[in-house]
């Protein structure tokens, strides 16, 4: 932790191969479902795969019709019903958010399933932007399935109460790093 008493670092591990793994925030540790082709050390567009890496988080945007404003100190905006996440590799504003109705393929932040009710955007492919190498990757909240964790189509994601406890103590300088255990 920083002397703000924010974290430095948030950690995710998980066997190769593994839909679930551990993230740890500080001393906590809580369960969190990845993609659903596991962790890979090189991201590609639909694989379905969490990347390895290290990366910062860029901004916390909510359901403000669900949920209240979390406690957190990194940047916070209210979803839209017409927010989307460029998922076109072709396209300019690739792996960048959009308004639809829009032309390319484009992910909608609006859901009704509520994993985007509180949804982090996770600085992979972003700076720069390389065509093909992901997109929309995000700390998101977890479905749960009778078996556990539902894996996502490549982000992190956590029950409600740990992703409360998490953005309370993340802020800017917070860094995401996912690794094999």
């Known amino acids: 932790m920083t002397r703000t008493g924010l974290l430095d670092e948030i950690l995710v591990t998980a066997a190769p191969g593994s839909t679930t793994g551990i993230l740890t925030a500080g001393g ?11 962790i ?12 390895v890496g290290t990366f910062p988080l860029r ?16 940047p916070m905006t209210p979803i839209a019903e017409d ?33 985007y009710d509180l949804v982090v955007i996770l600085g ?3 700076d720069p932007v390389i065509p093909g190498a992901g997109s929309a990757i995000f700390f998101h909240l977890a479905k749960e399935t009778g078996a556990g964790l539902r894996p996502t189509e490549g982000c992190v994601a956590l029950r409600l109460p740990g992703m409360l406890n998490v953005l309370a103590r993340c802020g800017p300088c917070t860094l995401m790093r996912i690794e094999p255990s």
Not at 29 to 36: D, V
């Open 40 to 51: 890979l050390h090189e991201k590609r567009e639909g694989d379905g795969g969490t990347p």
């Open 83 to 115: 927010d989307g996440w460029c998922d076109a590799p072709g396209d300019p504003n690739y792996n960048r958010p959009v308004k639809h109705p829009y032309p390319a393929s484009a992910e909608r932040m609006w859901r009704e399933d509520h994993l």
């Open 28 to 38: 906590a540790r809580f369960e969190c479902a990845l993609g659903r082709t596991g």
């Open 59 to 74: 901004a916390l945007r909510y359901r403000a019709d669900r949920l209240t404003a979390p406690e957190t100190a990194l």
């Open 124 to 126: 992979q492919n972003d």
